[in-house]
């Protein structure tokens, strides 16, 4: 009917315009009655109950093809100016329609990424090994469920933009679910998993997936297909499971580095350029098992280990068990920590953390037990604050106990300054809330 409807119209363009005065406005006259029966017989069709693809069709012909490819096509165009023949359906039809397809659409995209996941999980239990690509460990889940989103955004685009905008804002909220059910599924997974043999590698792989799901996301905001204030709800998951991720690969590490931590105390501080060789040299020998991540999840990894070192450090500092009488005791241990602290920097700097954050940790600390003069140790205290928001009195009397020949009100006027700070916002991240002193 629109073929013939295009080219009927054409020819009466063509061959009866010519014969007619202008004042019978054949063009006109002839595209009415076209549109009159067009129309009837698109009508009924929609008082049908129509399956999916009958719906999606009507809805294409009566909003995109009818308009854009009969009426506005290069021969039709200009003669159908100002005649205004409307539409073929009324507008409670196509937005009873639209209702339709919408649903439809969207149960079928939840359900394609629903089982898209569930393949994927399956392979996880099953301990299937992931693909590898360029020498990572590699999941096809995020390119999977992101070329659905894109193909139901696509189909609905066919119809309208319009229809496309509103079929995009429903699908990012059956991602954001899915995304939610990903990392219940991956959760689940590192707790049963543990004993398969492609644990760590099926791990990594859903590490890496994350930056396939956030370069795409990020690319739809850039294109205003998703609202600014979405985009971190949709990110939410990913990070929960990339820090889970992150610390399973990381634990038996963290555990093995905890006894030669526990010597610095045992040893009294004397063996420590030896001890914290030690330590390095593990972490060293441990990091070629995650060449697998991408690199900027390596970095970041390495940020988390660079973390768990200062960490460690201040927890071994903060044991009370080292009372130093004199300043030329405190002086020396400075010396050690700020020895230890550079070791540490260069070794995390070296190796890819980002973490700059955590640089003045350790050497403010060293300066806090070299200095002797109460006001000087308040001003080094006050600044320390700023920079760690979450060092609290508690952590200062930990470290303060390492100095014996600071008076009890020199330890109370010192600690006084922290109530100073009590107005300093909560810090973006956390060191000294890890820590915990008794």
Known sequence: MGRTMKEDLGAVVE?????FPAEFDVVATYARSYHQ???????ALAQFELCERDTYLLLLWAQNLYPNEIL??????????????????????VRLLENTFLSNEVANMRELMTRALNLESQRWAQDVAPQRLDGHCHS????????IISQGQTKAGSITPALATQISHMLLGELLELLRSYQCAFDEFLERGRQLRHYRANVM??????????????????NQQIPQNLLGHLLTPLTELKARGFHTLLQSLFTDLKPLFKRFTQTRWAAAAETLDEILALVSQRLPEFLELHACFREELMGAVHLNLVKEYIIRLSKRRLVLKTAEQQQQLARHILANANAIQH?????????????????SLAEIIRLQDPSAIKIEVATYATCYPDFSKDHLSAILAIKGNLSSSDVRSIRNILDISTGVQEPSRSLFSLINVG
């Open 15 to 19: 061959r009866l315009k010519p014969l």
């Open 37 to 43: 029966l067009f129309a009837a017989h698109a009508g």
């Open 140 to 147: 096809e889940l995020a390119i999977d469920i992101m070329q």
């Open 205 to 222: 792989a859903n590490i890496n997936n994350c930056l396939s799901f956030r370069t795409s996301m990020e690319s739809m905001e850039q």
């Open 72 to 93: 506005n096509s290069p021969k039709l165009a200009g003669e159908l100016q100002g005649v205004g023949l409307g539409g073929l359906l009324s507008t409670q039809q």
């Open 347 to 363: 070794f995390c700097t070296h190796n890819g953390s980002p973490a700059t954050w955590l640089h003045p940790a350790l050497p």
